[in-house]
């Protein structure tokens, strides 16, 4: 109470590191520091000696060092010889491909899923809830585990295909379906501009870019046409003529062709191939996440309240147009923020690869590596800084989003 | 278990910090058991039976250990360890010995500070393929799916055989056998390769184990033996010779039939004696009883007989001896002395 | 006139018509049938084809389920009894059911203690789940987690009692503190409860024999039963330190805060089975030698890191959802941050969090059997390693894992569904 008089005369006395509020915080924080530093000094003590006792020591020049195995997917180049540090990398790209791949079809069967659940079709409804419970209530691993084993079971063997009279046969002559991966044909130029595959293809894509901004264009001419006159010019011929013609004609150029897989020896030659577990692995995350999806998405749209659809049929908007101008932008902000979380949740399970043998990270440095070298700890590390950098960058994308698509309030 | 639930926050650094190097052999006897890796299930080597009791070759490499150290062959507790985890589980103390499959190279001796203690099999890796597709010799197999069961040396070995006779294959790594062995049925992979006896293991499982062949080729070294860590030499000594007494006494046709009647009173082969401990001090050399090798020995009989019972060709999996015959037959097995 | 009338009109109804039935289309079985099914077009074709779905389905599965054989001793009798006809071999199940449950090396004849701290784990957690039951048996849900640990591993009774008197002795001498200070409270109690077990330490050895069970090691504990166990131990250990997290990510003390943030992040940032690598082969670097941790309580310290990082978002989430008011009004009471935490804040806050924490139990309790991946034996493990590497059940798949999956299911759809009763019973009481 006398500080209310003259608080500033009264001398520091050491009581009022715990009774005084404007110093207790640094009571606190420096009991915080000192059992931090304390644990963290116990444990860094704990290792070294462990370490020093074992007559090991954390060392990452392993890297360097060939791998000596050889990886069954690879889109960077690489062979056994390649160091430890290239085969992680391709395992970093593959974990990045099956997780982009997954995210994007898991997002199509979580919002079908979603909506579907949400139709005045009982029997439909039903099913999607079915659908939903089931793989909600499962754990991942055991779906990966069973689409994995359905795969290899159910489909034919490369073997099935051979003989004049075989047990199984190519999709219309161009795609096998069999029980180690998907055949496709592959596209091949035989009049290349550049000498390097990648370049050509590059320029493919560069041309593909700028018919997307060439549309755009279009579209942003036929809307100020139709703000000015009131009647939108009809432009979708134009649209599709932007969008193909360079690239055909650019194709055409370069002598595309397909190469067409056939069988040779034990497997399927030429073409592309979607590894078996990729298309497990892929699949399982893909429907199991959709089943996240589609409750996010069902929650999303029930959270639009019933008012805005009636409010917007009463301005006399048609279904389609409440759906998209009315329902959908107001569900999305319910639904952006969980469906990234479960982005996030796909790229962290994709690391049950290794019970389906498909090689991503966790398969070559936190597997093959981590056996071969027996570096756990170097190896456990640099796993967990991985995905910790793809979740903060995914996180930090999110805020920004969030902020963005935040109610102004005014 | 129960003291290191809630008494593990206490036991604080100044207690720990003088224990760091405690002989491993005072640290066995202490706990009264021993704690032996192994794998996580390979038939014949180590796996559980319906009851939880663990059976095998390496399993008896364990019970003949803690019978020497402990005098009873039931005193292991069995760590089931991956490849991943096993160097861990030995480097960081949690099981005294490791008895997995594993093979002594370079690297693993010298880098990863391990003691090989001896081989108890030599093996090497093999190829399974299918007979329908008419493969005769693994430089057949270009262009072919190999299924590999990883975290072993396999990857390595097929890599190089591969790349030294410039054909090329797609490997499909697989964590377990059981998975490896589902995949080469479906037909998902053409070949299966991992060591030799884990191949004859594996097909003896099958439903038609004529349909299978295992090609001549044998592309690396594969000696398999049990490991203990860098620095305690007196632990790995007794390792060692448990090793060398189980090999030693098939050789002097010791076997748990007999060894009651030979250990009761020295008899007139020297050697013997000494092995038994009816004559001389090996076992007080060793710090360990000086019935140690008589209890190892009768833990699961000599090498011949855990080889017969567990692996051999009255087994389904029906290995041959082969390499790991004794010397005196054509194989490589030779015991040093126990002098 | 009155006679023309009557001619013209030929008949007159004097009594009223019963009224006819409502026409077949809008009635009943085709009425739902019609509204529900076949609406219009669109809706039929949809109808239709999830029709042909559950055909598929079934005529897949439901002659295979029907078929199977349960009682023969290996995988070739089944296959010699379905004499090539498509079956299941569900005898797997019934020869290693015990396996699945308990793990292949949990001695057979103490079945009855998991059975039996199972079922009492529902009296536990009864009180906990059902706010209208006599608030009395917090009193039994208090005592279960020793009663448990007591029934599981085994050993002398004295373990658990020295533990629990730890905490009720703490607990009376926090009672006694708190009214001066929480601070004082808190790390009094805390104090007492180690001074507590630090004693008992040297009284076990001697009680070793006091009514004493057959210890069981924690390498020994496996099946479903692991997972069960690692997710009700990780759980109810992961909330205090979740609560705690979400508070020190909401302190104003930077230090604390930025601890919080980055262990929460971090954690939240990593795939669980990296944790799990870490719990397997890094964590034994950081105890002192010879301590000897074995793996299962280093896996429930990672798991719990796990989940407390989940559970102190959505714990945060709830603090975040509580108006300001709230906090001005403690504040203008009078009270300090503990008081106003303890009787203002964290009961409103934790209501509201409830439903969130209950999804993130069922979300670690599935991820337990990741544990399988570093070899140890939970359902999957047991599937995927002693099981199907027999030579008995080599080649069982779908039998084995579709009674995992049934397991599983029947756990994870009953916490969910209780999970929505009480979001529908918390949602009621705000309005």
Not at chain 1, 232 to 243: C, E, F, G, H, S
Not at chain 3, 61 to 70: D, F, N
Not at chain 3, 323 to 341: I, N, R, T, V, W
């Amino acid at each position: 109470m006398t500080t209310l008089t003259d608080p500033p005369r009264e001398s520091f006395r050491l009581s009022m590191l715990l009774n005084d509020t404007r110093y207790r915080s640094f009571t606190f924080q420096g009991i915080a520091l000192i059992l931090l530093i304390a644990a963290i000094a116990y444990l860094g003590n704990n290792l070294a000696t462990n370490l020093s006792a074992a007559g090991l020591n954390i060392s990452y020049d392993f890297l360097g060092d060939p791998a000596g195995y050889d990886i069954n997917q690879t889109l960077i180049p690489y062979n056994s010889q390649s160091p430890h540090l290239q085969a992680a990398w391709v395992g970093i790209i593959n974990t990045l491909l099956v997780a982009v791949l997954a995210c994007a079809t898991a997002t199509v069967f979580g919002v079908i899923a979603g909506v579907l659940r949400l139709s005045n079709n009982w029997l439909v409804a039903k099913l999607m809830a079915v659908y939903v419970e089931m793989f909600r209530n499962i754990p991942v691993l055991i779906w990966i585990i069973i689409i994995f084993t359905i795969m290899t079971v159910s489909m034919p063997g490369p073997r099935a295909f051979r003989g004049d009279n075989a047990e199984s046969s190519m999709l219309f002559d161009m795609f096998a379906f069999t029980n180690r991966g998907v055949y496709t044909p592959g596209p091949e130029l035989t009049n290349p501009l550049f000498a390097s595959t990648a370049l050509n293809w590059v320029l493919v894509l560069a041309v593909l870019v700028g018919a997307f901004f060439g549309a755009r264009a279009l579209s942003k001419w036929a809307t100020a046409k139709q703000n000015a006159t009131g009647i939108r010019p009809t432009t979708w011929y134009w649209t599709l003529a932007v969008w193909f013609v360079p690239v055909a004609l650019l194709l055409t150029f370069m002598g595309l062709t397909w190469d067409i897989p056939a069988l040779k020896g034990f497997n399927f030659q030429g073409g592309i191939k979607i590894g078996g577990p990729l298309i497990a692995l892929w699949f399982a995350l893909s429907i199991y996440t959709g089943a996240f999806i589609a409750e996010n998405v069902r929650a999303g749209i029930l959270a639009v309240s019933k008012g805005q659809t009636e409010a917007a049929s009463a301005l006399g908007l048609r279904p389609g147009r409440v759906m998209n101008l009315v329902v959908l932008p107001q569900a999305l902000r319910v639904i952006i923020p969980p469906l990234i979380s479960q982005y996030l949740n796909i790229t962290k399970n994709s690391s049950l690869a290794i019970a389906v043998g498909y090689a991503d990270i966790t398969a070559t440095l936190g597997g093959i590596t981590l056996n071969q070298t027996g570096r756990a700890i170097e190896c456990v590390l640099l796993l967990m800084l991985f995905y910790l950098v793809i979740s903060l960058s995914i996180s930090a994308v999110m805020n920004v989003y969030n902020n963005a698509m935040k109610l102004k309030e005014r | 278990m129960k003291k290191s639930l809630f008494l593990g926050a206490l036991t604080v650094a100044g207690l720990a910090a003088s224990a760091a190097a405690a002989a491993t052999l005072d640290e066995v006897k202490a706990r009264g058991k021993l704690n032996c890796g192994v794998t996580t299930g390979l038939v014949g080597f180590a796996a559980p039976d319906a009851n939880g009791n663990w059976e095998g070759f390496d399993v008896g490499v364990c019970r003949a250990v803690a019978a020497a150290v402990l005098g009873d062959p039931t005193a292991v507790e069995f760590v089931p360890t991956t490849g991943k985890t096993r160097f861990t589980a030995l480097a960081s103390g949690e099981i005294d010995l490791l008895a997995r499959n594993t093979t002594w190279t370079f690297s693993r001796d010298v880098d990863l500070k391990f003691t090989f203690v001896g081989v108890n099999y030599y093996d090497g890796q093999g190829f399974m393929v299918p007979k329908e597709l008419g493969v005769s010799s693994a430089t057949e197999l270009d262009g072919a799916t190999v299924c590999i069961q990883t975290g072993t040396t396999t990857e390595l070995n097929l890599a190089d055989y591969f790349r030294s006779n410039n054909i090329s294959y797609e490997p499909v790594p697989i964590e377990t056998n059981a998975e490896a062995q589902q995949q080469y049925l479906a037909g998902a992979c053409d070949v299966y390769t991992t060591d030799a006896s884990g191949l004859a293991a594996t097909r003896a499982t099958f439903e038609a184990p004529d349909e299978h062949v295992l090609l001549p080729e044998i592309v690396s070294k594969e000696p398999l033996g049990p490991l203990v860590r860098h620095g305690d030499n007196e632990w790995g000594d007794i390792v060692r010779w448990t090793l060398n007494a189980l090999i030693t006494a098939e050789e002097l046709g010791v076997t748990s039939a007999n060894i009651a009647d030979m250990a009761s009173a020295a008899g007139n082969n020297p050697e013997i004696n000494r092995l038994l401990g009816t004559e001389g001090t090996l076992g007080e050399m060793l710090g360990v009883s000086a019935d140690w090798a008589k209890n190892a020995i009768a833990a699961g009989g000599n090498y011949g007989e855990l080889f017969e019972k567990n692996i051999g060709e009255a087994t389904p999996i029906g290995l041959a001896r082969g390499l790991n015959a004794q010397w005196t037959d054509g194989g490589l097995l030779y015991s040093p002395p126990f002098r | 006139m009155s006679d023309i009338h009557a001619h013209s009109v030929a008949f007159v109804r004097d009594t009223q018509l019963p009224p006819a039935p409502p026409p077949v289309a809008e009635t009943g079985v085709v009425k739902w049938l019609r509204e529900n099914l076949f609406a219009n077009w669109a809706n039929g074709l949809l109808t239709i084809a999830a029709l042909y779905v559950i055909y598929l389905v079934a005529s897949a599965t439901v002659p295979w389920i029907v078929r199977g054989v349960w009682n023969t001793d290996s995988l070739a009798q089944c296959r010699e009894v379905l004499d090539g006809v498509s079956g299941a071999c569900f005898s797997v199940i019934s020869e290693r059911w015990n396996q699945l449950l308990f793990g292949f090396k949990y001695p057979s004849e103490l079945y009855w203690r998991p059975s039996l701290a199972f079922a009492m784990l529902f009296v536990a957690a009864a009180p906990v789940l059902f706010f209208d039951l006599p608030r009395k048996l917090l009193i039994f849900t208090g005592l279960y987690p020793f009663i448990a640990f007591w029934l599981i591993w085994g050993g002398s009774i004295l373990t658990p009692i020295v533990a629990l008197a730890g905490f009720i002795i703490g607990y009376f001498v926090y009672e006694r503190l708190v009214t001066g200070s929480f601070a004082a409270g808190f790390f009094g109690g805390v104090a007492t409860a180690f001074a507590i077990w630090f004693i008992g330490g040297w009284i076990i050895p001697d009680g070793a024999g006091l009514l004493a069970l057959e210890q069981v090691p924690s390498r020994d504990l496996g099946g479903f039963m692991l997972n069960m166990m690692l997710g009700v131990v990780c759980v109810s250990l992961s909330l205090p330190l979740g609560i705690a997290l979400a508070l020190g990510r909401q302190s104003n003390l930077p230090l604390i805060k930025g601890v919080c943030v980055v262990f929460i992040e971090f954690v939240r940032g990593v795939p669980l089975i990296t944790l799990l690598f870490v719990a397997n082969v890094m964590l034994s670097y950081f105890f002192p030698p010879g301590s000897g941790v074995d793996l299962f309580l280093r896996v429930v310290i990672m798991i719990t890191m796990f989940s407390a990082a989940y559970i102190a978002e959505v714990i945060r989430g709830g603090l975040a959802a509580l108006p300001k008011g709230q906090y001005e009004a403690a504040d203008s009471l009078g009270l300090d941050y503990p008081q106003a935490m303890r009787l203002i804040i964290l009961p409103q806050a934790l209501k509201i969090s409830i439903p969130g924490i209950v999804n993130i139990a069922v979300g670690l309790f599935k991820d337990t059997t990741l544990v399988s991946v570093i070899s140890m034996f939970d359902i999957v493990g047991m599937i995927r390693g002693p099981i199907l590497a027999s030579t008995e059940w080599n080649g069982v798949y779908w039998e084995l894992f579709m009674a995992a999956s049934v397991l599983f299911f029947v756990v994870c759809y009953g916490i969910s569904q209780y999970s929505q009763w009480l979001e529908r019973r918390l949602a009621t009481d705000h309005r």
